[in-house]
């Protein structure tokens, strides 16, 4: 079967097939070797193997002068260099880690803070591994905030001959803790207990999450107020946790109410209106101590039987 192309048809085809080319072409890979474009990188950043295309004379090949703090300048100028970036928030972050695999020797990375044009410049670390192969990290606990970083991975020796793997990357802020105050709330009766919570404040974020280790349901985002968690089968330890947005958590420790009575009620009982024509009698209780009962809850019973319930002491 023959098709016939118009020279509009035909034009139209080769436009789209050129730009297809040119989408694909490893010149495009420059958005990753300068400047104004590194690859932006945020905590628990990872990616598969990365390595550089084209010749010599393609963008990869691009760093003219490079201020390292102990590696040779030349991992960065004599051949490829690959660039990430990030920024820094109104918060100056607590830690900062990056680590690549390299699967060829003489390869280095750079933690700084200067890129212009075609200068590094400002290195904050950085680490080379020579003649050998493996793991590259670059880290910081002093990072400034509001403030572009930038990390580049270079290669000294042969041209496009970057292979590596980023494996991690921890950026971690600072935050705030939330703040609550526990208290058991004892049901002996029912032979359990709760645990009162009450949250004063969420810490960075608006709200925190109340959990525990007993099994009973969380109650997620929360603010401030009094919340119940429980019950509890009496004598379980349990911890409540409240947890803030921003990553920080506080508990009240292992908490616990067995339900168990060390210090009795104690009375004073004695007999009164006595009638020997009726043959009866009165008898006068005056509770003295509620023991280790809640107060003017302590319950008088005569053969089994509640006779006054919550009695008050004195």
Known sequence: MNIHLSNHVYRWFLAAAILAVGLFSPKEMQAQFACGSGVAISDGFTTGTITSPGTNSLPEDWVTAATTCAASASYFTSDDVYLFTFTTGASAPDN???TVNSGNTWTAMMLFTGCSGTSLSGCVADDANGSGSGDLTVASASLLANTTYYVAVGQWGAPNDLNFSVTNV??????TDPTANFNIIDDCGNGQFSIEVDVTGTGDGATV???NDGG???QNGVGTGTYMVGPFVAGTNVTVTVAGDGGC???GGVQTEDCACTN???ATVADANLDCGAGTFDIQVTVDSDGDGDAN????LIDGAVVQADATVG
């Open 209 to 211: 999450d109340i959990t």
């Open 249 to 251: 958590s506080i508990n």
């Open 216 to 218: 009973a349901a969380a």
């Open 297 to 300: 809850m302590t319950d008088i």
């Open 96 to 98: 900062f880690s990056m």
């Open 170 to 175: 921890t950026l971690t802020y600072p935050c």
């Open 264 to 266: 009795v009620p104690t």
